[in-house]
């Protein structure tokens, strides 16, 4: 019998570009497939990873066993893993996804994720995580969102990440938080959307103009996007 692969795009020695881990050298494991179709034109962001999922724009990847990832994983001799997509957790329920993960839980590895936060964080992985970092799609999505799906990530130390481009963006993340009851307290990362460095410090005065007022009671971070500025994979 065939074992079972987990589909991955790739993986890579790199930092964690974004986030209150932001410099950290990280391996990111980027796997394949989305449930989601992330597209400025139908009121949301256009994708930077897009060949993970798009018809006409995906890479063929590779399907590699729990033994086989964790060792190229291994092979870079980094204790931070950081699995993102595509939708990561599509996989949580494959073997080969929960064996990996469990491997590099032993190992010491400390692994990070990357998600949309609209698959309900199963908790015989949880344990094996070290960090969450969420970042809803509500302007496209909303209705993909609920407070129990929010609820399932409270087992582990997570925060939301929410990027910004307009005024209103910044309505749409605080609104959110609030109707999938997300707790105070909660860590939350304000992004300025952009592909230069231009972009970025254009969204950033919106950040710095409205951000904290209107985020009270979460604890409010203004995050980076490293791989932009200092120009790293």
């Not at 890579?12 to 986030?19: C, L, P, T």
């Not at 109707?179 to 950033?204: C, Q, R, S, Y």
């Not at 710095?208 to 979460?218: A, L, P, Q, T």
């Amino acid at each position: 019998m065939a074992k079972d692969t987990i589909w991955i795009a790739q993986i890579v020695a790199s930092k964690q570009g974004e986030g209150i881990f932001a410099g950290l050298p990280v391996v990111i494991v980027r796997t394949m497939v989305c449930n989601l179709a992330c597209q400025k034109a139908e009121g949301g962001f256009d994708c930077d990873t897009a060949y993970t999922w798009k018809a006409g724009e995906m890479i063929e990847g590779s399907h590699l066993t729990a033994d086989e990832a964790y060792s190229k994983i291994m092979a870079y001799n980094i204790p931070a893993v950081m699995l993102t997509g595509g939708e990561p957790l599509l996989n949580q329920h494959k073997e080969a996804f929960r064996e990996l993960l469990k491997k590099l839980y032993e190992s010491g590895v400390r692994v990070h994720v990357e998600t949309n936060g609209t698959q309900k964080l199963d908790e015989d992985i949880a344990k094996y995580l070290f960090f969450v970092a969420i970042s809803p799609k509500q302007t496209q999505y909303k209705t993909f969102y609920k407070p129990s799906i929010a609820k399932s990530y409270q087992k582990v130390i997570h925060a939301y990440k929410f990027v910004i481009r307009t005024v209103e963006n910044l309505k749409d993340a605080s609104e959110w938080l609030k109707d999938n009851e997300i707790p105070w307290g909660t860590f939350v990362e304000l992004m300025p959307e952009g592909i230069t460095a231009k972009d970025l410090l254009k969204h950033k005065a919106i950040i710095d103009s409205r951000g904290k007022h209107m985020f009270d009671g979460y604890y409010m971070v203004e995050t980076s996007r490293m791989q932009i500025e200092e120009g790293f994979a």
